[in-house]
């Protein structure tokens, strides 16, 4: 299958392109300086030049809080930038999958959010994804929106890897701890997609690790685990309120999802994240060695 991958520059984007290479995909990945998503007539030519069975969309305005400042920004990326996606793809006939996420619910469900549960997103980047969200449902006649949460992965910045810097230089860390959502390793989203894009089961799915934690439960995960593996963790951790830390954009206090599309479709769930996150933090070892 001919495959094109926005965002390939991402953290989500470099482990796509490996796995579906891996899996023998012919694989175009597009990075900001190869494809701006908000030049419409620039993301026709490359999508009718490459004419992919699929195109993938990671390429996203991701900056949480910055967003609320940077409104117009923030929906020019992830809305017009998705919507021009989508119309290219369509031109060639193209499944086309958007990459979404937990911000577009308002987190202050009960229960874990289901697939077709009113949306309800209460930051600017929330409201941005969602809007990206309904232009691919109104524009794409074949698509697969796969909302997820909690991304990490050994390519560019995280949670993980700032948590055990932090665990290895400082005597003691606070983490909240009234938050609680699903990690989601890179490499399992990766290859959770690579298994959708040979189906023609279209619509929304949510795509995370198993199981759910607060990012204080996480954390403590996190230095368990890079113990056992030889990492010197000197920090105390401490559970902490939300309060305690005001951020500009608001945090879900619920971002867990349960993967009914995933069951009712007959596709693998991806595995609990206690394992996703040994996976990675045995890939981050070796890939330091």
């Known amino acids: 299958m001919r495959v094109l991958v926005t965002g390939a520059a991402g953290q989500l984007g470099m482990d796509l392109v490996s796995v579906l290479q891996q899996k023998g995909h012919k694989v175009l990945g597009c990075d900001r300086s190869a494809l701006d998503i908000t030049d419409d007539e620039q993301c026709q030519q490359v999508v009718e030049s490459f004419k992919p069975d699929t195109v993938i969309h990671c390429a996203a305005y991701t900056a949480v809080d910055a967003a609320e400042t940077d409104v117009d920004v923030a929906h020019l990326v992830n809305a017009v930038g998705t919507r021009n996606m989508a119309v290219a793809a369509e031109k060639v006939g193209a499944k086309f999958v958007y990459i979404s996420t937990d911000y577009v619910f308002n987190g202050r469900s009960d229960a874990p959010y289901q697939e077709y549960d009113n949306t309800d997103p209460q930051s600017v980047y929330g409201k941005s994804k969602r809007a990206g969200e309904v232009l691919v449902q109104s524009l794409s006649s074949r698509y697969f929106i796969v909302r997820t949460s909690w991304v990490y992965g050994i390519h560019g910045n995280n949670f993980v890897k700032t948590m055990l810097r932090l665990g290895q230089e400082k005597p003691q860390i606070q983490v909240v701890n009234d938050q609680k959502g699903s990690p989601t390793y890179t490499v399992d989203l990766a290859s959770f997609l690579e298994e959708l894009i040979r189906t023609e089961k279209f619509g929304i799915y949510h795509a995370s690790n198993s199981g759910e934690c607060t990012w204080f439960e996480f954390t403590k ?10 990492f010197k963790i000197t920090a105390q951790l401490e559970p902490c309120t939300t309060e305690q830390f005001p951020r500009p954009a608001p945090r879900p206090g619920n971002s867990v999802m349960d993967h009914l599309s995933i069951r009712a479709n007959g596709l693998t769930d991806l595995r609990p994240w206690q394992e996703g996150l040994a996976e990675f933090l045995k890939q ?6």
């Open 284 to 289: 981050l070892t070796e890939a330091k060695k």
């Open 221 to 230: 995960a996190i230095f368990e685990e890079a113990g056992k593996l030889g």
